[in-house]
């Protein structure tokens, strides 16, 4: 009998410490795309480096509702600003906790010190941390955070205010971006001691609803639940592990066998399958993006507007969004989409006609049409699944008026910088949005100050227009900035700097069991309040 | 390589002919031993075939190959149930005539199979010859430098070339060109050095045969035998390397059809259109199996000592 007992006691002893995955029912697993190149989000500007820490590990001072562009409170219960919105005041949550772990034990709550230290990073080129560890901070710098704020003070231990150089109405959306996620000032002065700096983007250490446990390049990512959480209801999983798939038929497969619970970019050739699957759902949100061809005004002969107009005119949009998008995608007329606030639902695109546009071409002195090379993206980006066959059929409609097109591309990174430059006569490009404000379309895609170097691919620089956004982002009322945003496109639509492609519908295929995702119009994938039946 | 049959110009044949024995002529007998190889003679069919559809795509295609029709789109094979009989291998992903874009892929790819072998055969052949007539200096610089681009990756160097000129048809051509040559100066110089030391070489020298007459008269002949082999498998590997260049990006643009390039673009679809990526998958597949075989069949048609074994 003692025996027996001893030997029933080793048995469960042995179950449990052999299957605690199956045990814990409340693990997801989560196909993602791709290894993030680190864990300290201020470094990065892709999603999939955000997913796995600003999206787990980190909260900012304000966050993004899930699935929605709206902002509300986040680390800062809430805040305010002075008459002539140059000074914010946030007030921030009390007793909220950052992760213990092996490599960290925490000695102090969240206070004013950490949210000092996160945006001095940003700007104070001196500070010893940023001395320690040397990096730039690309997404800062483009949303004007380092040249924008003149100061950052701690009032008291839960008050910090924030001192502008110039308005920026978008100010408060930008915090809740992904790079302003709060570090902890005691983690970095303790790795600051210890001379390991750098590990701030190895082993990371926030306060958000997922603790880190480990990374393996290429292979996975684990994650803990949080759960002394600030924000009860949020953590409903023990564990979260994103499993590193780079191929999206890899992935598909993966989440038919059951390997996964969730991936994102799925090929849309592949939707049509998965929407049939019964034990699989596929969630759809109109995508907060945009896919667009943009003219290189500063080439002969884009530079006359007949022949934009020309160009615009001979691409047939709805035969693209069939090929390319495979109906998951709407055809665009803006430079920004429907759910942005601002839009101009008066404005009607040109549509489809060859005819008027070899008219145009022939009025231009074109009759006989012209060379010009046209730009594809070498990757598959949310706005633009299939950015060469949109090339081959633009290169046929652009045939048939005369024109014609060479179809160039390049890696990545190479493209980018290129067509930054203004070397393509067109090029494909595209823009998901990062914070909600319609500045984030029109201010970075086609001001003046984005031209040479910047995201104004079409080198446009318009007066009418670029006055016009200037004014309202000095504004902070939104019925008058709308009003101004809206005049704005009318100007973009008459001038044609870009033909305007489609809005991608962002599909996220997952397993039934997977309870209240919501699909983030950021194209990020966050896994707070989700739960696994 | 001493057969009569390969040394016919120096005068044996007529009074062969002239004796009452009938020996069958050089190209009949090649003929004979050729045919007597069942694979490879199948192998000569189909690509007799795949030459006719090469050569007259314009006119036998059912469509035009890069003309999009719109409203059908990845259209599956006309014997299965969707099918249309228009379209006999089904349409692409931009509603392109498949069967269309093939026969004209072909062209493209002989063009590039027949220009870079012999790119890479002439300059080969001369490289070989002189190595081989001047084993010293030269010879031994010519052959570092082959044994140096050996020791690079072929695939990669001819990345690495059409990184540098470009991405286009007739760099990809210039490219395979380049990295196919050590394997013909490697050849032509070893048949050269053992013809070198035969009786009528000695005694073409002696009569008084310069340089260039010994390289290209005497010696060249009968070295050409496995060179002939060499150059029909170099030229299944070209359309290889071509296809391979075009899924990478590097080859043919767009819109000319090209059967890696094809190839490349369908990935998206093997899932949902398995035809789009197997037609040209198989066509490939064809023609480097028939090309190779046809190169087998001519070795053995063209050894003496295979010959005899058959």
Known sequence: MQLKKRFFAVAVACAVTAVPALAASKTLIYCSEGSPAGFDPARYTAGTDFDASAETVFNRLVEFERGSTQVRPGLAEKWETSTDNLTWTFFLRKGVKFHTTEYFKPTRTFNADDVVFTFQR????????NKAAPTEFPYASDMEMDTNIASIEKKDDSTVVFKLKKVDAAFVQNLAMSFASIHSAEYADKLLKEGKANQLNTQPIGTGPFIFKSYQKDASIRYDGNKEYWKKGDVLLDKLIFAITTDASVRTQKLQKGECHLMPFPRPADIAGMKADPKLAVMSQAGFNLGYLAYNVKHKPMDQLEVRQALDLAINKKAIIDAVY???GQAATNPMPPTQWSYNKTLKDAGFNPEKAKELLKKAGHANGFEITLWAMP??????????????????????????????????????????????????VGWTGDNGDPDNWLGVNLGCSAVGGGNNYAQWCNKEFDDLIVKARTLTNQQERTRLYEKAQVVFKREVPWTTIAHSTTNVPMRKEVQGFKVSPFGLYSFYGVSIK | MTTPVQSANTAVAPEMAAASYSYPSPLAEFWASFRANRGASAALVFMAFMVIAALFAPWLAPHDPIEQHRDILLLSPAWTAQGQWSFLLGTDELGRDILSRLMHGARVSMTIGLVSVVLSLLPGIVLGLVSAFYPKAVGTAIMRAMDIMMALPSLLLAVAIVAVLGPGLT??????????????????????????????????????????????????????????????????????????????GLGAQPPLPEWGTMLASARDYIESAWWVVTMPGITILFNVVALNLMGDGLRDALDPKLKKLA
Not at chain 1, 393 to 420: C, F, M, N, P, S
């Open chain 1, 122 to 129: 940003f700007i104070n080129k001196d500070l010893p941390f």
């Open chain 1, 326 to 328: 495979q109906g998951a």
């Open chain 1, 379 to 428: 990757v598959q980006r949310p706005y633009n699944p299939n950015a060469k066959l949109m090339a081959e059929l633009i290169q046929a409609d652009w045939a048939k008026i005369g024109v014609k097109a060479k179809i160039t591309t390049y890696e990545w990174g190479e493209y980018l910088k290129r067509a930054k430059a203004g070397e393509p006569d067109s090029v494909l």
């Open chain 2, 171 to 248: 760099n990809t051509m210039i490219a395979i060109a380049v990295v196919s040559l050590p394997s013909y100066v490697r050849l032509t110089r070893a048949s050269a050095m053992s013809e070198l030391g035969r009786d009528y070489v000695i005694a073409a020298r002696l009569a008084g045969a310069g340089k260039l007459r010994l390289m290209f008269n005497t010696v060249l002949p009968n070295c050409m035998a496995p060179v002939i082999v060499q150059a029909t498998l170099g030229f299944s590997s070209a359309i290889l390397d071509a296809a391979a260049l075009g899924f990478l």
